[in-house]
T-cell receptor, first 111, second 111 residues
Framework: QKEVEQNSGPLSVPEGAIASLNCTYS??????FFWYRQYSGKSPELIMFIYSNGDKEDGRFTAQLNKASQYVSLLIRDSQPSDSATYLC???????????FGTGTSLTVIP | DAGVIQSPRHEVTEMGQEVTLRCKPISGHNSLFWYRQTMMRGLELLIYFNNNVPIDDSGMPEDRFSAKMPNASFSTLKIQPSEPRDSAVYFCASSFRETQYFGPGTRLLVL
């Protein structure tokens, strides 16, 4: 079983809609959760991180964490064509440990 | 800050040759990670260092791969001898506490 699982997609949403990206993890000891965006041919870029159960909002992005269900999600409101990318979910058990990455979900926002 | 610096950005070599990839982490970051990314396998952790000490190299494919971090501002990943299956994008990333930042990557093609 992989540490972090993501639906590879592709996920397509129309411009202006809400895109919902989901991730599950296997290690209940995971303490930190991250979302990265990777454009084609570029390196992963950190979008958000979350530590506590509940929601964390940053502009059009909202990260949601449910530790009981071992589930992390990323919502992108008012999706734009520039949001089209692969989104990587990552977890970390504690500072100093490695990061575990999912395989990524490909998102396409259709104008 | 200049971010994580990697060189070279592109490398084309012939099977059997030695390849050396270089990384300069962000100043003040105490953890450094080497990843490999391919379409088939996604993002794979090869090795990571904390305070210049290798912590986990279980992701290194085989003895042909070696990594060093002689000081806090420099790391190398060496492949000797290289094989066509080593063709991939190699990312270096550094972190301080929870946030991890990626370099631009080295695109390696072994013919």
């Amino acid at each position: 079983q992989k540490e972090v699982e993501q639906n590879s997609g592709p996920l397509s949403v129309p411009e202006g809609a809400i895109a919902s990206l989901n991730c599950t993890y296997s290690d209940r000891g995971s303490q930190s959760f991250f979302w990265y965006r990777q454009y084609s041919g570029k390196s992963p870029e950190l979008i958000m991180f979350i530590y506590s159960n509940g929601d964390k909002e940053d502009g059009r992005f909202t990260a949601q964490l449910n530790k009981a269900s071992q589930y992390v999600s990323l919502l992108i409101r008012d999706s734009q064509p520039s949001d089209s990318a692969t989104y990587l979910c990552a977890t970390r058990v504690r500072t100093g440990n490695q990061f575990y990455f999912g395989t990524g979900t490909s998102l396409t926002v259709i104008p | 800050d200049a971010g994580v610096i990697q060189s070279p950005r592109h490398e084309v070599t012939e099977m059997g040759q030695e390849v050396t990839l270089r990384c300069k982490p962000i100043s003040g970051h105490n953890s450094l990670f080497w990843y490999r990314q391919t379409m088939m396998r996604g993002l794979e952790l090869l090795i990571y260092f904390n305070n210049n000490v290798p912590i986990d190299d279980s992701g290194m494919p085989e003895d042909r791969f070696s990594a060093k971090m002689p000081n806090a501002s420099f790391s190398t990943l060496k492949i000797q001898p290289s094989e066509p299956r080593d063709s991939a994008v190699y990312f270096c990333a550094s972190s301080f506490r929870e946030t991890q930042y990626f370099g631009p990557g080295t695109r390696l093609l072994v013919l």
